[in-house]
T-cell receptor, first 122, second 107 residues
C-alpha cells in the first residue's frame, strides 16, 4: 500500500483560495492502475467526496463544489493537489487524500492519508 | 444524487455481541457499495467492497450483504478494537456519496 500525506495551511480566511497537496510515496501516481481522490469531513460529521483525478488529468468533481474546486496532478513530484476557491466557514474540516481501489473513479478508496485539519476563520 | 441512510446512528453493544448496521440507498446501485471503519482522529479504513467482498487482512468476523437498495454490515462477535464509527459509500454513480455513519460504542 502506498503512503499518502496531506499538507496545507491549517487556517484560511473567508473568501481566500485554499490549496492542499497530497504527497504519494511507495507507489507511482503515474501508474495506470488507480484514480486518486479528495474527501473531506466537517468536525463531528460525515464524509463528503470532493473529487478525483487520473494521472492523465481526467477529473470528476462533486457538483456541490464543482464551481469552486480544481484538482490537478504533478507526476514528476508524485503529488496531486486540491484548490478550493472562495472558502467559507462551511469548508472547515479534515481533508483527506486517498487512492481509489482501481483505474476507475467509480470505486471505493483503499489507501488514505492521515488527514489535515483546515479551519476557515477571519 | 444517490442518498445513503444508515441506521442506527448510535449503537451501544458489549464485547461478544453480534452487531448489524443497515445502509439504505435511494436507488438501485447493484452491489457497488463499500464499508469503512473510522476510529477517532484517524482516517477511514476500507473493510468491504462490492457489498460483500472482505478486504485482505480484515478479520472474518466482519461481513457484508445486500444488493440493490438495502445493505448490511455485520460484526459476528464484537471485539474491543471494533468500537468505532462505520460508514457505507456507494460508487454506482457520481457524485460518490457516503452514509451518515453509525457509531458503535461500549454499552
Amino acid at each position: 500500500q502506498p503512503q499518502l500525506q496531506e499538507s496545507g495551511p491549517g487556517l484560511a480566511k473567508p473568501s481566500e483560495t485554499l490549496s492542499l497537496t497530497c504527497s504519494v510515496s511507495g507507489g507511482s501516481i503515474s501508474s495506470n492502475d488507480h484514480y486518486w481522490g479528495w474527501i473531506r469531513q466537517p468536525p463531528g460529521k460525515g464524509l463528503e467526496w470532493v473529487g478525483s483525478i487520473f494521472h492523465g488529468g481526467s477529473t470528476y468533481y462533486n457538483p456541490s463544489l464543482k464551481s469552486r474546486v480544481t484538482i490537478s496532478v504533478d507526476t514528476s513530484k508524485n503529488h496531486f493537489y486540491l484548490k478550493v476557491r472562495s472558502v467559507t466557514a462551511a469548508d472547515t474540516g479534515v481533508y483527506y487524500c486517498a487512492r481509489h481501489v482501481g483505474d476507475d473513479a467509480l470505486t471505493g478508496f483503499d489507501s488514505w492519508g492521515q488527514g489535515t485539519l483546515i479551519t476557515v476563520s477571519s | 444524487v444517490i442518498w445513503m441512510t444508515q441506521s442506527p446512528s448510535l449503537l451501544s453493544a458489549s464485547t461478544g455481541d453480534r452487531v448489524t448496521i443497515s445502509c439504505r440507498v435511494s436507488r438501485d446501485i447493484s452491489s457497488d457499495l463499500a464499508w469503512y471503519q473510522q476510529k477517532p482522529g484517524k482516517a477511514p479504513e476500507l473493510l468491504i467492497s462490492a457489498a460483500s467482498t472482505l478486504r485482505s487482512g480484515v478479520p472474518s468476523r466482519f461481513s457484508g450483504s445486500g444488493s440493490g437498495t438495502d445493505f448490511t454490515l455485520t460484526i459476528s462477535s464484537l471485539q474491543s478494537e471494533d468500537f468505532a464509527t462505520y460508514f457505507c459509500q456507494q460508487y454506482f454513480a457520481f457524485p460518490l456519496t457516503f452514509g451518515g455513519g453509525t457509531k458503535v460504542e461500549i454499552k
